[in-house]
């Protein structure tokens, strides 16, 4: 798809209308789901999103059908970015080139949701806080949900780290997946790293903010506001088979190790895939 196949300058300027009062007045277009879901303003910023996906980031999409048409399944990603666009340009990857143009349930850390204004404007979007509560509720839904197992260490990568992958927390996923029976999809993202390149953290002033990191790019803080703009890398996304999980038994999600075991064999399955589509890539703009 070219961007005039779908790109309208009213439209577009009434999205960006809509987001930056959104923003200041977290004012809603209607009815929200139980997460705070709002259909008419995942419309009202269609524009915006897609100007990201084909334009911006120029996003290209590999084994996409690999998620179902229908019913449950959990997308394990790897996480980076600083903030969570890679989240949002898969949603967006499902909704555009799936067959049926699936929805993704996308699960955000405690500290973006948290945050000013910004947890507000991702749930409407469709994010949901990260917990085990949420994603089991979703996933009883039939939903397909999106977790990043790295997660804020994920984020705060520096730039020196960046795709290498941090652990996957305690397995949380993989416990899931074995108490509802729900294949994992492994997916791999290429481009994010680069959007907002971390050279230093500020531990200090992070915990005077009541934030988890506080990062030096660039381009922030000095530079402002502007500096937050993401850089135009270009992205690439690879959305792997799906691992099944129902020879375990729901009781066995309480075996720690086993649990380590297939939470490592899945980071891993994913390293490499992110390793492969490194090696694919030439450059960091051109891709």
């Not at 930056?20 to 259909?39: A, I, K, L, N």
Request: glycine content about 8%; proline content about 7%.
């Amino acid at each position: 798809m070219l961007l005039k196949d779908w790109f309208k300058p009213d439209t577009f300027k009434e999205s960006l209308y809509q987001l930056s009062r959104y923003y200041f007045q977290g004012e809603t277009q209607g009815e929200v789901d139980e997460f705070g879901m709002d259909p008419a303003m995942v419309e009202a910023l269609r524009p915006f999103f897609q100007f990201l996906y084909y334009d911006y980031w120029r996003v290209d999409v590999e084994g996409i059908a690999n998620i179902p048409k229908k019913g449950r399944c959990l997308l394990v990603a790897n996480h980076s970015g600083m903030l969570p666009y890679d989240g949002a340009m898969l949603t967006v990857a499902s909704l555009n080139e799936h067959p049926t143009n699936r929805s993704v349930r996308f699960l955000i850390e405690d500290f973006v949701y948290h945050f000013p204004f910004m947890g507000t404007i991702m749930s409407r979007l469709g994010a949901v806080r990260a917990c085990p509560e949420n994603a089991t509720w979703l996933l009883k839904k039939g939903e397909a949900v999106l977790v990043f197992p790295e997660g804020v260490k994920g984020l705060g990568k520096l730039y020196e780290e960046r795709y290498q992958l941090k652990r996957f927390g305690r397995g949380g996923f993989i416990k899931l997946a074995i108490k509802t029976k729900t294949p994992i999809i492994p997916v791999a993202i290429i481009g994010a790293e680069e959007i907002h390149p971390i050279i230093w953290k500020s531990n200090i002033l992070a915990k005077a903010m009541g934030v988890p990191y506080l990062p030096v790019t660039p381009t922030f803080p000095w530079l402002g506001p502007l500096g937050l703009i993401p850089l135009p890398t270009k992205w690439s996304i690879q959305v792997g088979k799906p691992i099944s999980f129902d020879k375990y038994k729901s009781t066995q999600a309480d075996d720690g190790l086993l649990v380590q075991r297939l939470t490592e064999q899945v980071r891993t399955h994913i390293q490499k895939m992110v390793d492969k589509n490194l090696k694919k890539r030439k450059s960091v703009w051109l891709g």
